[in-house]
């Protein structure tokens, strides 16, 4: 088969790969569109030790089962593979299984090629009506989704919510908190670009951080980027008695103001991915219209990969994500 492999810092080649082998229950899915992450973008720079070269990255991805019984049944992966068996994933809680793998990690090779084979489990079945594309888009939401449904957990009265980044996760935030009766919902986005398409093609409300208020405003506050300044803008920005959801990995170290925090009693929750049922939830949401329509990815085919990571990099796309069509090229 054909893939983008990442062959180091900031090198990535279109070429041949070893066809994937479906395990006992697994299926083998012809990858459709898949789109580029953050956390893509992390490794290509040479910033996730968890991802080493060569490895095909890629975990936002929808496609056609080949074989079996559901042949031909089009699909969106969830790609988090856990036991199902420890305590988390009997709570429900299958984000924090001892034992998780994704696709895009070793050992297992991700969605940037024509093929990967999933568990039955791991695949939700796509209407007709929803493209493969916007399929793909149910894996960045769906994180989202999770953050935006802890943030309610912690503070129900939330009413006002500012979400720091405007890329898929933090469209994908802003989407889920409306979807879940925030309705008061703003968009810090510094790249002009960007700002004027979430605003012109995606019906959101974006500020820059100069429109930014003085502080102690927003219910909840997710941060969506997760660098040092984004956390100390997050820890500023939220009201006395709020939450903060913080889902970026950008960096590990500083930012918050703790001692803000203690005395406002702000409570801050780290979140990672999503439960099964959080994907699940995401996808119906998307399936009934929920999330809007989801027009606002940019597609190029599999073989101009390395392009558009450049261009992501350069700051030059405008769309908040680029989706890659393996069986484009």
Known sequence: MKALIYDGPEVLRYGDASDPVAADGDHLIR??????????????????????APLILGHEAAGVILGGQKSGAR???????????????????????????????PPREGGFAQFVTMPAGNLVEVPEHVTFAQASLVEPI????????????????????LVIGGGAIGLGAALSL????????KILEPNR????????????????????????????VIDGVGYEAT????????????????IGLGDDMGGLDVRRMTL???????????????FRDTAAAMFDGRLGDLGWTEQ?????????????????????KIVLMPQDG
């Open 193 to 220: 670009l960007r700002a004027a398409y979430l605003r012109d093609a995606c019906g959101q409300v974006v500020i820059a951080p100069d429109d930014l208020p003085d502080g102690g405003t927003f219910d909840i």
């Open 75 to 105: 699909v969106t992966i969830n790609p988090l593979v856990t036991c199902g068996t420890c305590e988390a994933c009997a709570s429900g809680r299958t984000n924090l299984c001892p034992s998780r793998e994704i696709i895009s990690m």
């Open 31 to 52: 990858i459709e569109a898949v789109g580029i992450c953050g956390s893509d973008m992390h490794a290509y720079l040479g910033h996730d030790a968890r991802r080493p």
């Open 231 to 246: 956390r100390a803008t997050a820890s500023a920005q939220v009201k006395a008695g709020g939450v903060i959801g913080h």
């Open 264 to 278: 406002q009693e702000i409570t801050f929750i780290g979140t990672y991915t999503y439960t099964a049922q959080d």
């Open 142 to 161: 769906a994180c989202g989704w999770h953050t935006a449904r802890l943030c309610r957990r912690a503070f129900p009265r939330g009413r006002t919510a």
């Open 178 to 185: 409306v979807a879940q009766g925030v309705m008061n919902v």
């Open 300 to 320: 190029r085919p599999l073989s101009a990969g390395a392009q558009a990571f450049a261009d992501i990099r350069a700051g030059v796309v405008a769309a908040p």
